[in-house]
């Protein structure tokens, strides 16, 4: 099967394996070596020296986490929504008692920074910024580094929070030279891991912000994660087999080089995009805010997501993935995060080619 939905994505055959190893004390040496190793180099991916915690979870649980550990009930907020996850984050500060002031921006685009300019001049009282790094609802990405610049050095003391759960370990992401605050990412996706892992780094800032939260929380409570890393330890049991796979998989990231990585994601972005106008479709968003991650491809007129998506699945074995919530007809989404390769898209383009002509 050629799985092209934009997370889970195909794990390589040696870190599949990697998971069958024998379980190990998660208290003990063994496990605290790999936690340690780990956390470097997940540090040196994020581009921070600050704090990155892992946890057991998917990625929705790490952007509670950038919220919960920040933010009190009653902060204002500004959400930035691109699409069905950025309304994600909104919600949960929301259901956690923040005080949400939404942009909601047209689905596929991007945010305009004039935009959060305004938000943020109309309303100074505003605490922090959550932004969808990469929308994979969409397929568009956030200049992220422009966003930072405007949140970051034209105001003071806001936090900016972000979900780069398609992002990181794909496109480049700095989170101190960005000066990103929160960065939550899950490992189902550039990470070439099942799901199950979630990863969060955390400025100082956002670790002083953590002193003065009185959101509620437990499970996700990063205090309780520093505490028991100074130990070597994870606070609650963690997916052994999982970290297996995650010590191997970063190796081979750092191994290639994290610039590499991005080129790789630039490359086979752009070779898809272009494959699928060759054949006649359009893609989504703009040119200029397309995602290296994930191609939004609008259906032709006449077609509807639910049948080329069954044709790829009964004749090629490709599985794609739709579009969300009002989109759910209209687009259809390749995924080619982590090792996607020429050849795992060419079949693509022909089963698409093959569904318009028949
Ligand atoms: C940008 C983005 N945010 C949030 C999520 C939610 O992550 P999870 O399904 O791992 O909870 C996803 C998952 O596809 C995502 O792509």
């Known amino acids: 099967m050629n799985l092209r939905i934009p997370g889970p994505i195909p794990v390589p055959e040696d870190i599949l394996e990697s998971m069958s190893n024998p379980m190990i004390n998660h208290r003990g040496t063994e496990f605290k070596d790999i936690l340690f190793r780990t956390t470097e180099g997940l540090k040196s991916v994020f581009g ?3 704090s990155v915690y892992i946890l057991t979870g998917s990625g929705t649980g790490a952007m509670e986490t950038a919220v919960v550990n920040t933010l009190s009930k009653g902060d204002k907020v500004l959400s930035i929504s691109i699409g069905t996850f950025g309304d994600r984050f909104g919600e ?3 259901i956690y008692g923040a005080d949400v002031v939404h942009l ?4 596929g685009t991007a945010v305009d920074v004039d935009e959060i300019r305004n938000c943020l001049n109309k309303q100074p009282e505003i605490k922090a910024v959550l932004v969808t790094h990469n929308e994979t609802s969409t397929g568009v ?7 930072s610049q405007v949140v970051k050095k034209e105001y003071d003391n806001k936090l900016l929070l972000v979900d780069g759960i398609s992002s990181v370990a794909s496109l480049p992401t700095y989170m101190d030279l960005w000066e990103c605050d929160v960065i939550s990412t899950a490992s189902q996706k550039g990470w070439m891991l099942p799901p199950g892992l979630a ?4 400025s100082n800032f956002a670790i002083e912000a953590y002193r003065n939260s009185d959101m509620p929380k437990f499970y996700f409570d990063i205090g309780q994660y520093e505490k028991y890393f100074k130990l070597g330890q994870p606070p609650w049991t963690p997916a052994v087999s999982l970290m297996f796979a995650l010590d191997l998989a970063l190796g081979q990231i750092l191994k290639e080089g994290i610039e590499n990585v991005y080129l790789r994601h630039k490359e086979i972005g752009e070779f898809t995009r272009h494959q699928v106008r060759e054949i006649g479709f359009s893609i989504f968003p703009d040119e200029k805010v397309a995602s290296n991650t994930v191609t939004a491809v609008n259906v032709p007129d006449g077609f509807k997501a639910g049948d080329l998506i069954k044709f790829m699945k ?7 993935a739709a579009g969300q919530g009002e989109l759910k007809e209209k687009i259809i989404r390749i995924g080619h995060m ?3 390769t020429q050849d795992d898209i060419k079949p693509v383009i022909e089963g698409l080619s093959k569904f318009i002509s028949q």
């Open 104 to 107: 909601k921006c047209l689905p």
């Open 48 to 50: 921070t020296e600050s």
């Open 338 to 340: 982590g090792r996607t």
């Open 141 to 147: 990405a956030n200049d992220l580094e422009a966003i």
């Open 199 to 202: 990863f969060v780094g955390f």
């Open 314 to 320: 009964n004749n090629y074995d490709i599985v794609l």
């Open 92 to 94: 949960i500060a929301q």
